[in-house]
């Protein structure tokens, strides 16, 4: 027992460092007194009951809790993701209802689809397009599996599965609603940050960030190209601010290889 905790220790100094191993320890042992608590008992039921109502009904696979180690991830990126877990339907319904969005002009993109059930939930309503992004291929293929499952007629806009690191995706050009469900730790959510935020001033347009169970919020309260516009303790929603952008942005010369 104590040999297997030294060697998990050892590994995670190798890919996290002592500062990474030592927050990453403090975040689970925090999750693990969290689920321990009468409120964390009844989440897990209550995410156990979803699972299995949703996955009945549309005769997929979306349930579970599955820790990362559990898949062969081909991104230093595992290291600091967080464990695969679906967004129960009722919260996913309330996150969209505060959008602010004509939905046919926004393209959807889930951060960390995982096995999709968000993905599938977009697609119910009339985006211009939903995206997946998930770097597990195992999650991506049941993603890819459920999407054939999820009935047709329930389905209203174009769906697009990516498998890949989160820190590389190039986001489509046009309105964007950036969708996160705590998939990753400060160390990528802040590469995310960036990446988006480049995006926007590159091609400045309506860009809005939904993000649930928002623990890595700071990241984006620091993002100079982005204004919140609420956050509670299950979301946070911020919106990219036209007056951050310079009236003639020119490209960071590094993007021309200088
Ligand atoms: C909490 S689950 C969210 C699932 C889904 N978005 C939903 O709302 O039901 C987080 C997901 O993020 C994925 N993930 C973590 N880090 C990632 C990264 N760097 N790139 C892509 N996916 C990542 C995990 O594999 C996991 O499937």
Redesign the pocket.
Same mark, same amino acid.
């Not at 600091?80 to 967004?87: C, V």
């Given at each position: 027992m104590l040999g297997r905790f030294l060697t998990k220790l050892r590994n995670s100094y190798r890919r996290r460092g002592a500062v990474g191993t030592v927050r990453n320890t403090l975040r689970r042992a925090v999750q693990a007194l969290k689920e321990m608590t009468p409120a964390g008992r009844r989440f897990s039921r209550r995410r156990e009951e979803s699972d299995r109502d949703f996955d009945t009904r549309f005769g997929v696979d979306?349930g579970g809790l599955i820790q990362?180690n559990q *898949?062969q991830?081909p #991104?230093e $990126?595992?290291a600091? @993701?967080?464990? /695969? @877990? =679906?967004?129960h339907p009722d919260d996913?319904a309330r996150l969209l209802g505060v959008l602010p969005v004509r939905h046919n002009e926004f393209t959807f993109v !889930? /951060? @960390? #689809? @995982?096995?999709g059930? $968000?993905v599938l939930l977009a697609s119910e309503r009339p985006f211009k397009k939903v995206v997946g992004?998930? *770097? =597990?291929p195992e999650?991506d293929r049941i993603a890819h599996h459920n999407l054939g499952k999820f009935p047709a007629e329930r389905r209203r806009c174009e769906v697009e599965l990516v498998c890949? !690191? $989160?820190?590389e995706y190039e986001l489509p050009d046009g309105p964007l609603v950036c /969708?996160f /469900?705590?998939?990753?730790g400060r160390e990528?959510m802040e590469g995310v940050v960036a990446r988006i935020e480049e995006s926007y001033r590159r091609n400045p347009r309506e860009i809005y960030v939904l993000y $649930?169970n928002p623990l890595e919020s700071a990241a984006w309260d620091k993002a100079t190209s982005f204004r919140k516009l609420a956050h509670n303790g299950d979301y946070a929603l911020y919106r990219a601010d036209p007056a951050a952008v310079p009236q003639h942005y020119s490209e960071p010369l590094a993007a021309h290889g200088a």
């Open positions: 979306t990362l *898949f991830i #991104s $990126a595992w600091f @993701g967080n464990p /695969y @877990g =679906a967004i996913f !889930d /951060y @960390g #689809s @995982g096995k059930r $968000a992004v998930e *770097f =597990a999650l890949g !690191d $989160a820190l /969708y /469900y705590n998939p990753f990528i $649930a």
